[in-house]
């Protein structure tokens, strides 16, 4: 179903978000916020596309009455496995060149941001491009997410997945996230994206604001996710053999991988130069690391 009917002009960013029961989370006042931040955008050149999992609780509902007068507004209502396959199905409805996928109950870091990304990627067409995100408080407090590196690859997701913009002929060209993966398969994605080598560009400017909430709060389901896809990534790695998925969780908590396993990934004929790079700072910290016998792991 859709909200509103399509224009005939194809926008340059498709704004993605997923939803799911709602009401009965208590989570309308959150997405109300959500509607509010895109309309203050005034951007002509973004859609918002809301992909909504069948909900059963009177969303769907809330959600149409909601957007009836939001400007460039798509709803779509269909059963999902969840929440990276209804961002897989937003994606196959999205018109827009570009892809930001914005959580339920996140928002958008200013009221320009759209603007300023659309000029960016109208003036450089990258393959993505990436900011940082602002973190709110329940004291109303903000902090600024800086650690925005692509060599942290190897270790960690080098950015908020709500503060990258994708484009769509990419991300279809990589399968869209992999939904075997229920925490990482954001990080999953943006891994097998600098492997196969798409080049991206970096704007300091902060694109979203997170509130902290949801299933990657879970430490240890990160970690468990981390290392199916580090198990699954360095499948065919000689140093990887026999390494099991509970290797990997000590590799996610200690925060470095064994230095054979790096040195083969950086070696391997056909490595890309971000890779390399990654490989090189990914050895670098677990020399570190090595010789600090303070640490737990």
């Known amino acids: 179903m859709s909200a509103s009917p399509e224009t005939s002009d194809a926008p ?13 989370q208590g989570r309308q006042d959150s997405f109300r916020e959500v509607i509010r931040c895109m309309a203050r955008q005034n951007c002509s050149r973004a859609e918002h596309v809301i992909q909504d999992g069948a909900s059963t609780d009177g969303t769907v509902e809330f ?14 209502s269909e059963p999902d496995t969840g929440l990276y396959d209804a961002m897989n199905k937003g994606a196959q409805a999205a018109r827009g060149e570009y892809l930001l996928f914005l959580n339920s109950d996140d928002s958008l870091a200013a009221d320009d941001i759209l603007n300023t990304v659309a000029d960016r990627l109208e003036a450089a067409r990258p393959d993505f491009l990436f900011g940082s995100t602002l973190r709110r408080f329940e004291d109303g407090s903000e902090a600024r997410e800086k650690r925005m590196s ?28 992999d939904t075997q993966f229920r925490v990482a398969a954001d990080y999953d994605l943006m891994l097998r994206l600098l492997t196969e080598g798409y080049q991206g560009s970096r704007i300091d400017d902060p694109i979203s604001m997170f509130w902290g909430r949801g299933v990657t709060s879970d430490d240890d389901a990160t970690a468990e996710d981390y290392a199916r896809v580090w198990s699954n990534y360095y499948t065919g790695f000689r140093a990887a053999q026999g390494l099991t998925e509970r290797d990997f969780v000590r590799y996610y908590q200690r925060g470095h991988m064994p230095a054979g396993l790096i040195l083969e990934r950086m070696l391997k004929p056909g490595t890309c130069k971000a890779i390399k790079a990654a490989a090189r700072h990914s050895l670098w910290k677990t020399t570190r690391r090595s010789v600090q016998f303070w640490r737990k792991f």
């Open 12 to 24: 340059l960013i498709s704004v993605i978000t997923a939803t799911y029961d709602l009401l009965s």
């Open 63 to 76: 959600l149409q009455n909601l957007t009836a007068d939001a400007q460039r507004t798509r709803l779509f």
């Open 150 to 177: 692509l060599t942290a690859i190897l270790q960690r997701m080098p950015f908020c997945h709500n503060s990258v913009l994708l484009k769509r002929d990419v991300f279809m060209a990589l399968g869209g996230h």
